[in-house]
């Protein structure tokens, strides 16, 4: 009896192993043939931490650091089909590392930003450009911005000169996806960016007479029907501003809220002020939605600042008499470290190799400083 149960309990295991049909999951969760799931993934304000280290104290912090980060992107993406990966600005300025790069070292002709080296080997998709980023002037950044294998997108930023956007304003990412039944559709994906007008006080010495900020909802509504005619089946907007129910106006720094409001987009990365997002801080916020990360109806998310954590944003689409529509949209974030600081993920090795050199270097300009 025991044997016979054993010799069944063999083939049973080999079938299920050459029939994944059969798995729990497949049974709870039915295929819906033409329903396809993109995962968008953000990082925001990383503030030049790419290693998990605290300069000022010269030693190590495990949470923060995009060599930490970059593992839970892989997770991530290893465990769906379709997959986006975005940066929200503010990544070139705020600690040692980026003022030792920017203003010790520099960043010279023909050479690659560690920061953007990251961004590389990660295949970013786009990346939006943040407030701080003018810090060391339009010159170090037009530099630094060359050595991009993705589109660095603003759009509210305009040219004094040539009466145009500064940046690339949007881009429409054409991609192949596979639906939930495994079939290939074709998908554009509009991506647009925005950063709060506060520049032009904030960097007045870098930007006056050479850019104009015009309002982001302003500059989000004159973009979407472009987008939308050059063929954006969706569109996501790569929002560096925090989220604020105050009322607004032109000069609102974080307009993110606002952005829910407006017909045609579709996923919203906010950024800027470091918050996290879905999160307790907006739990009494009108129209929003804490648990599916929503607000109006619309997924929102914001992942913190340094690498802290991945924003992860799951949309559920169809083409509905041809013409793509967002089912449904839920976000969420996940840490790289718990609350005491230790880590929940192991650092990507090969990504810290690609920028060690740069960071042993500010490591030793601190200690040669004697700070
Ligand atoms: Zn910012």
Partial sequence: MYRKTFIFLIILTLFRL??????????????????????????TDLHASLVNYDYYQTKVDNRIGLVQTATLIR??????????LFDDGDHLKGNPFGEYLARIRGIHKGKIHPVYRAFNFLHYDAIAI???????????????????????????????????PYFTPYVILKRNVIDQSGKKHKLNIGVIAFMPTQIMRWDKANLEGKVIANPI???????????KSKGADIIVALAHTGISSAPYS??????????????????ILAGHSHNVFPGPVYKNYPNTNIEE????????????????????????????????????GISFTRPIANDSGSPLIKKDKRLYQLIKKEHQ???????????
Avoid: C
């Fill in 75 to 84: 997770k991530a993406r290893k465990e769906v089909q379709n997959s986006l």
């Fill in 250 to 267: 032109d000069e609102s720094e974080n307009a993110a809220y606002y952005l829910t409001t407006i017909p045609g987009l579709d996923a």
């Fill in 18 to 43: 050459s029939h994944p049909i059969f798995s729990i999951q497949a049974e709870n969760t039915p295929v819906q043939p033409g329903v396809v799931d993109l995962r968008i993934l953000e990082t």
């Fill in 130 to 164: 943040g407030n701080h980023e003018f810090n060391y002037g339009l010159g170090f950044l037009n530099t630094v911005v060359k050595g991009a294998k993705m589109p660095v997108l603003n759009a509210n930023v305009f040219s004094v000169k040539k009466k145009k």
């Fill in 293 to 328: 990360g929503q607000i109006n109806g619309k997924p929102v998310v914001m992942a913190g600042a340094f690498g802290s954590r991945l924003g992860i944003i799951d949309l559920k689409l169809k083409k509905i008499n041809g013409k793509w529509v967002v089912l449904n």
């Fill in 217 to 227: 909802v302003d500059t989000a509504k004159e973009f979407i029907p472009i987008m």
């Fill in 361 to 371: 270097e500010t490591v030793d300009f601190i200690n040669k400083l004697g700070l």
